[in-house]
């Protein structure tokens, strides 16, 4: 405890909600533990580029129910290459830091683990990510707020879908990861959910519109952005053709997923994670996540939460057959 002096957090990869709670938490319990906070500025770009600032305690009051990231959030070719990493550990110790929080995705955590393998130096993860795919939490920072963004765009769709009898697919993020249409499709009582994770969706959602689907004249469908099968559009397009009858509309709801005011859950979790993280270079862990598994802290190497695969919830998939 007596060697960490000063250390320095960053937001890193697509911002999420609750990143500011976690950057509040860092902050106010690293001042508790009479630790200097520097923040660095756009992510590993900032961290290349020597852009660090000191922050106090004021500095983080009345950011936790902000949405976005307060130190903001760039890609960082440079940081990819064994050269840009030299470059950000020389300015992490020309600052003095000690230890390196970094609150991002996999992306972020890929390179923050490079950079604490290549230069022995302490990094600890933060799950921050709407997508909610890492490996070795249960949550991400950001998720809960995603899926209610979803949900109340769905609903207001749903309105419009009822009123004319039409058949909406609704688009949203994940990348290659279908966490979010999965829970937020329960949540708002789609008639289908397509997900990366499930192969051979396409000819059952077809089966579903010519039985069942005609009798319910209007319909949700969400699909995951990464449907590895075909694009939103291309379904919507085979939907249309197969079902001239059916009026198609195709909805992408993007980057309003990620914005607004984090709720409740994604504030707590943030604030619980920003607190381990602290806690966890001061009991001389590195290179390692803060997660949350069974609602209890847990500590997963970052390397595993690469290169692990995430797996879908079965009992959700199962849930869906019963109620679609």
Excluded: W
């Excluded at 970094?102 to 390179?111: E, K, L, R």
């Excluded at 499709?185 to 959602?205: F, H, N, R, V, Y």
């Excluded at 980057?255 to 009991?283: C, E, F, K, M």
């Excluded at 290179?287 to 500590?299: E, L, P, Q, R």
Aim: net charge neutral.
């Amino acid at each position: 405890m007596e060697k960490f002096k000063k250390i320095a957090v960053l937001t890193s990869g697509g911002d999420a909600p609750g990143m500011n709670a976690a950057i509040r938490a860092v902050v106010r319990a690293g001042i508790a533990n009479k630790l200097k906070v520097m923040g660095v500025l756009r992510g590993y770009k900032g961290l290349i580029s020597n852009d660090f600032i000191k922050l106090e305690s004021t500095d983080v009051s009345k950011i936790i129910q902000t949405g976005g990231t307060i130190l903001g959030t760039a890609r960082s070719p440079e940081f990819r290459e064994p050269e840009g990493r030299v470059k950000a550990y020389e300015n992490l110790k020309k600052n003095q830091i000690d230890g390196l929080i970094v609150i991002g995705g996999d992306g972020s955590f890929a390179g923050a683990s490079l950079l604490s393998r290549e230069h022995n130096f302490p990094v600890i993860g933060i799950p921050g990510t709407i997508d909610n795919d890492l490996f070795g939490t249960d949550y991400t920072i950001g998720y809960d707020t995603a899926l209610n963004n979803v949900v109340d765009a769905v609903d207001k769709i749903r309105d419009t879908a009822t009123s004319h009898n039409r058949v909406f697919f609704i688009e949203v993020m994940g990348r290659e990861a279908g966490f979010i249409a999965l829970r937020s499709g329960i949540a708002c009582g789609a008639e289908a959910i397509l997900i990366p994770e499930i192969s051979g969706q396409t000819d059952k959602l077809k089966e579903f519109l010519a039985t069942r689907g005609k009798t319910r004249k209007s319909s949700i469908i969400l699909v995951a952005e990464g449907k590895k099968e075909s694009s939103t559009f291309d379904i919507a397009k085979i939907v249309e053709k197969e079902f001239p009858e059916m009026d198609v509309r195709v909805s992408i709801l993007g980057h309003i997923q990620r914005g607004g005011s984090p709720t409740a859950y994604d504030r707590v979790t943030a604030s619980r994670l920003g607190v381990a993280a602290v806690d966890a270079l001061l009991n001389d862990q590195r290179s390692i996540m803060v997660g949350i598994a069974d609602n209890d802290i847990t500590h997963v190497p970052l390397n595993k939460t690469v290169k692990l695969h995430k797996k879908v919830n079965e009992h959700l998939l199962e849930i869906i057959d019963l109620l679609i």
